[in-house]
């Protein structure tokens, strides 16, 4: 089976009064490119995040949002810095004896210094929350992996069905290559006896000029590499697996034959149906860019 590169995935997770949310949404790139925003508080798993998702995933542009909730009742708590207020208190009493002030200081006065009272989430440890964070994470990377699966079926029959249509143009060309060389055998022979006016045609050199002809436009080789890429990129979409770059090294490829091919030609059928062939080379590469 062969992926998109598109995707997108959801799962959430409620276990132990935390509630976990994961999504995530990937678009093509040449590359694995893992964006993450997730609270501050989860930042320590990001390397662990990271290597998880490459069990599921091996190019695109993946954009991944986590939200963390704790939904016990019990779930902040307050801190008091005893060791924070006591300097406080200290400097404060300093000030007061180098200013002669007035001494107004009072626990209110020191309970709202920086630092003094925090409010701290009570969670459980941090292999708990991991296991509870990994769990919401396969979750949304396999409905993910499944969304691109199911995206990458698609564009699979849609590219198998542009190759056989690229095999039918380049049957044509194959066809109408021969019949190319007996047109101008036969219009030189017409223009010799017209400008002679007679049948006399020097058969040697009517050969001569229709093989050097028949050299300049033969695209033989042309059209078996070409039938053979075509072959060969079909193949890998049938074998599947992490083929894009495979697939676009094919299309270039492709795209050089038919440029050689259009080169060569002398005869609109022909160049017609080169320019028809490279249209669907380049549809093609356009899909293959949103294969994983």
């Given at each position: 089976?062969?992926?998109?590169?598109?995707?997108?995935?959801?799962?959430?997770?409620?276990?132990?009064?935390?509630?976990?949310?994961?999504?995530?949404?990937?678009?093509?790139?040449?590359?694995?490119?893992?964006?993450?925003?997730?609270?501050?508080?989860?930042?320590?798993?990001?390397?662990?995040?990271?290597?998880?998702?490459?069990?599921?995933?091996?190019?695109?542009?993946?954009?991944?949002?986590?939200?963390?909730?704790?939904?016990?009742?019990?779930?902040?708590?307050?801190?008091?810095?005893?060791?924070?207020?006591?300097?406080?208190?200290?400097?404060?009493?300093?000030?007061?004896?180098?200013?002669?002030?007035?001494?107004?200081?009072?626990?209110?006065?020191?309970?709202?210094?920086?630092?003094?009272?925090?409010?701290?989430?009570?969670?459980?440890?941090?292999?708990?929350?991991?296991?509870?964070?990994?769990?919401?994470?396969?979750?949304?990377?396999?409905?993910?992996?499944?969304?691109?699966?199911?995206?990458?079926?698609?564009?699979?029959?849609?590219?198998?069905?542009?190759?056989?249509?690229?095999?039918?143009?380049?049957?044509?060309?194959?066809?109408?290559?021969?019949?190319?060389?007996?047109?101008?055998?036969?219009?030189?022979?017409?223009?010799?006896?017209?400008?002679?006016?007679?049948?006399?045609?020097?058969?040697?050199?009517?050969?001569?000029?229709?093989?050097?002809?028949?050299?300049?436009?033969?695209?033989?080789?042309?059209?078996?590499?070409?039938?053979?890429?075509?072959?060969?990129?079909?193949?890998?979409?049938?074998?599947?697996?992490?083929?894009?770059?495979?697939?676009?090294?094919?299309?270039?490829?492709?795209?050089?034959?038919?440029?050689?091919?259009?080169?060569?030609?002398?005869?609109?059928?022909?160049?017609?149906?080169?320019?028809?062939?490279?249209?669907?080379?380049?549809?093609?590469?356009?899909q293959i860019q949103n294969i994983e």
């Amino acid at each position: 089976m062969i992926k998109s590169m598109t995707g997108f995935g959801r799962c959430e997770i409620t276990e132990n009064n935390r509630k976990f949310t994961v999504e995530m949404k990937a678009v093509n790139h040449r590359y694995l490119d893992i964006i993450i925003k997730m609270p501050k508080k989860l930042n320590f798993f990001e390397s662990a995040i990271r290597g998880e998702l490459k069990n599921y995933m091996s190019r695109g542009k993946v954009d991944l949002f986590i939200t963390y909730e704790d939904l016990s009742e019990g779930a902040s708590g307050v801190r008091y810095n005893k060791e924070l207020a006591a300097e406080y208190l200290k400097y404060l009493n300093e000030m007061r004896q180098d200013f002669g002030l007035e001494d107004d200081v009072r626990v209110s006065t020191l309970s709202k210094l920086p630092d003094v009272l925090t409010m701290e989430e009570e969670d459980g440890s941090e292999e708990e929350l991991w296991l509870e964070l990994k769990k919401a994470l396969d979750g949304a990377a396999e409905q993910f992996v499944e969304s691109r699966i199911s995206e990458g079926e698609h564009l699979k029959r849609d590219l198998l069905e542009k190759l056989d249509g690229m095999l039918k143009l380049v049957d044509f060309i194959s066809e109408r290559s021969p019949q190319i060389i007996a047109e101008y055998s036969q219009k030189l022979r017409d223009k010799v006896v017209e400008m002679l006016g007679d049948n006399t045609v020097d058969e040697g050199r009517l050969i001569t000029e229709v093989t050097i002809f028949a050299d300049k436009v033969c695209v033989d080789e042309e059209l078996v590499r070409l039938r053979s890429h075509i072959e060969s990129m079909k193949s890998a979409l049938t074998e599947g697996g992490s083929i894009g770059r495979k697939l676009d090294f094919f299309a270039q490829e492709m795209n050089r034959e038919a440029n050689t091919i259009l080169s060569k030609s002398n005869d609109l059928e022909i160049s017609n149906c080169g320019i028809e062939l490279k249209t669907e080379i380049e549809k093609v590469r356009e899909q293959i860019q949103n294969i994983e």
